[in-house]
């Protein structure tokens, strides 16, 4: 029994030292084959792959192609509602080669990653797709070494919202943001917050700062790094210096989106910026303190001439190179793209169009009156950078920033790191 | 621990031995008809485990020893990187990036730090958790009116999933939360380096001290009551008992509880990714090993596998410490018990 007891516990302990390893080997590197060529023209029927489809929008659309496509009958497939788990299911299906994922829905910053590993269709040639009526910003997205690998599908932007009761014009500058900061200190409010724990939001928010100010995370190319710019210092010295001086509070180095909502519907915030989603919440909830006392604008930008540079959310439709019907798989991507499907994605989900012309609808401007600020920010606004390395890079931008709004280092020590280790990722 | 069924099993095998030694060539012919149909019974299972562990376990290994895929500058394309060398085991212990050391800002950077962290809460939660698991184990142990009302009331923690648990000391631990309510304070215990941490360690010991608590009293309960008897016959007085009666006797459990708890800890990755995303303080205060990994898959697989045949070796080495050294306590302990040294 004693010894039995021992080798027990070493078998124990091995096997769950073996658990971390066992993760590891159902992985295997992807690259090979050129598959680009095939199935180009063969129709049947295929599946659509998308994260949870919370608002119920996805079904009736599909129900609606079927009806009018018997013989080219789409399935819905639907994944998780996280993120992370989504990007690995769909890396999962396609290092399988899996001909059953022939359209699938991908995070803006996950484009460059599938097209540069050759699992999507570059829609080039018979695939070539109109751009032309989509907001250009959307379209940089979805392009890669440029060729536009992924469809425009949905976006999102930045907005900042304030409270129009406290401050009745908004701010459009930076340095005009922190002068009304004392209307915050007169009011025992805190200023200012917008995502700034250690997580892709902060990634957002510090590109949003840096891009805003004049500078860029990476050169035009993708993929070599240029933080190490007096712009670049500028925009992250903006948050370090507001965070220094109090009018970012101390707290909202632990905030992600939810907890700036929370903290802005109490009416303990005066300025925040977030995403959309967020004004229908404000102005329904029960918990709202500032149901009609809030108001949007586009980020407050370095001078007046020009509004700040938002980060890009969203998400493509792109090919699955290993589709075995990809003209039916093109036309479905077009039905996604078309302006009815997108007044519907956005009537019913309030995702934001990536039709320019949309923006400017009257009865969609009804239902979401956010819509017109919303294009602001998303014409001036600055893609996440387009790199296949993207998990590396973030990283980089999250980890340095993080360290330099806390204090921990200094702004130009905090560049040179994210310099430095943005050119590690890509080697 | 049954000694006793031990050494009885030995004396019979041992008489049989003595007794029958004509039918001993019967016997060996009936063993290895016997241990054939053990092979096909145990057949099945080997079969399973090469399958599920042996193969991925391997796997991983041959993918450490091989590069991840590159980027070909002219086509924009990954390349599979070919064999890789020591490269992804040298890039994690001595932080290389290619030909300079690795930035702040890459997962690279951050080994040794994720190392010193896990064992940190190793240690912090395994030393806590046994005080405290043993004072509730000996509590328990009394007789009184409602102790089964108590032992299971104790055991709530341990039931409720860690990811539960993790968002569940989030909440209490958000700016505006319980916590700083309670203490009124006002700690940033996901952002600090140091708060964070001891939030993690203080929702880990809220929630495993039960299971070591349990463990402990197995072990209490097998202590008879006469040995304590005698002890106070002897006079000794109540921390007399404790040190030389209940603390040897009770050793062979509470090492077992200690073992599973090390290796337990030294795996953690749900709480903390949970309640800080390993962030705090620098950024990755919180960052331990297993959540490094999971990290790192997503930007290379076979880095990645370099890194968990690190932690698995890493953890390998503490249990076998363990097992090596105080195993060896286990084993002296019992003896001693037989020949009634103790």
């Not at chain 2, 705090?280 to 880095?303: A, K, M, P, Y």
Request: contains cysteine; aromatic residues 10%.
């Amino acid at each position: 029994m004693i010894r039995r007891t021992r080798g027990f516990s070493v078998a124990m302990a091995s096997l769950g030292a073996g658990v971390l390893l066992i993760g590891m080997g159902g992985c295997s590197s992807g690259g090979g084959s050129n598959t680009a060529g095939q199935n180009t023209n063969a129709r049947g029927p295929i599946t659509y792959v998308q994260g949870k489809d919370n608002n119920n929008v996805i079904r009736p659309l599909i129900d609606q192609w079927n009806a009018s496509h018997p013989n080219e009958k789409v399935t819905f497939k639907e994944q998780s509602d996280q993120a992370d788990q989504q990007h690995d299911d769909l890396v999962q299906h396609f290092q399988a080669k899996d001909p059953n994922y022939d359209v699938v829905d991908v995070d803006v910053v996950w484009t460059a990653e599938f097209a540069a590993k050759g699992w999507l269709q570059p829609l080039t040639g018979q695939f070539a797709l109109d751009t032309s009526a989509l907001l250009p910003t959307t379209v940089k997205t979805g392009t890669y070494n440029n060729t536009l690998y992924a469809a425009p599908q949905a976006s999102d932007g930045g907005l900042l919202y304030y409270r129009k009761d406290l401050v009745p014009t908004p701010p459009k500058t930076w340095d005009e943001m922190m002068a009304d900061c004392s209307i915050a200190k007169s009011h025992n409010m805190d200023c200012y917050a917008g995502q700034f724990a250690k997580y892709e939001g902060l990634t957002v928010n510090a590109a949003e700062a840096i891009n805003t100010a004049g500078g860029e995370i990476v050169k035009s190319d993708g993929r070599t790094p240029n933080v190490d710019t007096p712009e670049a210092n500028k925009g992250l010295s903006m948050l370090v210096d507001a965070y220094k001086n109090g009018n970012i509070p101390q707290q909202a180095i632990t905030y992600q989106e939810e907890q700036g909502r929370q903290s802005f519907e109490s009416g303990k915030l005066l300025f925040m910026r977030n995403w959309p989603y967020v004004y229908s919440l404000a102005t329904t909830d029960g918990s709202s303190v500032v149901k009609d006392k809030f108001g949007i604008a586009p980020l407050p930008g370095l001078d007046a001439s020009k509004p700040g540079a938002s980060s890009l959310g969203g998400h493509n439709a792109a090919i699955s190179q290993y589709s075995a019907h990809k003209a039916t798989a093109f036309d479905f991507v077009k039905f996604l793209e078309s302006a009815d499907t997108q007044k519907t994605f956005a009537t019913k989900a309030s995702l934001a169009p990536v039709i320019a012309s949309l923006y400017d609808d009257p009865t969609l401007i009804q239902t979401l009156p956010y819509l017109p600020t919303l294009k602001t920010s998303i014409i001036n606004a600055v893609p996440r950078p387009v790199t296949p390395f993207y998990p590396a890079v973030t990283e980089a931008i999250e980890t340095n920033a993080y360290a330099a709004i806390k204090g921990d280092k200094t702004v130009d020590q905090a560049l040179k790191d994210m310099q430095a280790a943005i050119k590690a990722a890509g080697s | 621990m049954s000694v006793t069924s031990g050494v009885s099993a030995d004396d019979q095998a041992e008489q049989q031995a003595q007794a029958s030694p004509p039918e001993r060539k019967q016997g060996s012919t009936l063993r290895k008809g016997e241990g054939r149909l053990g092979l096909y019974l145990v057949a099945p299972t080997i079969i399973l485990l090469a399958v599920v562990i042996g193969y991925p376990v391997v796997k991983a290994i041959v993918m450490s020893f091989q590069k991840d895929p590159g980027l070909d500058k002219a086509t924009g394309m990954f390349v599979s990187g070919g064999s890789a060398g020591f490269s992804n085991y040298t890039h994690w212990i001595l932080q290389r990036c290619g030909t300079a050391s690795c930035p702040p800002g890459t997962l690279g950077a951050e080994f040794w730090d994720s190392v010193g962290t896990t064992f940190f809460f190793t240690a912090a939660t395994v030393i806590i958790e046994v005080l405290l698991g043993m004072w509730m184990a000996l509590v328990m142990n009394r007789a009184f009116r409602g102790r089964a009302l108590l032992r299971a009331s104790v055991l709530v923690p341990w039931a409720i999933p860690t990811a539960i648990t993790a968002k569940l000391w989030y909440f209490i631990f958000a700016y505006d939360g319980i916590a700083n309510r309670v203490l009124h304070t006002h700690i940033l215990w996901t952002g600090g380096e140091w708060a964070s941490r001891f939030a993690i360690i203080i929702a880990d010991v809220w929630k495993t001290t039960p299971f070591i608590a349990l463990l402990i009293l197995a072990g209490l309960q097998v202590i008879p009551a006469d040995t304590y008897e005698a002890a106070r016959v002897d006079g000794a007085n109540s921390w007399q008992r404790f040190t030389m009666v209940t603390l040897p006797l009770v050793r062979p459990a509470l090492m077992v509880a200690v073992l599973f708890r090390t290796l337990d800890a030294l795996r953690i990755y749900d709480l903390p990714a949970i309640l800080t995303g390993g962030g705090g303080g620098t950024g990755h205060s919180t960052t331990t090993l297993s959540i490094l990994v999971v990290d790192q898959i997503r930007g290379g697989f076979n880095s990645a596998a370099a890194l968990s045949t690190l932690t698995f070796l890493l953890i390998f080495l503490v249990a076998f410490i363990f097992v090596k050294f105080l195993g060896a306590h286990v084993v002296q302990t019992q003896q001693r018990q037989q020949k009634g040294t103790i």
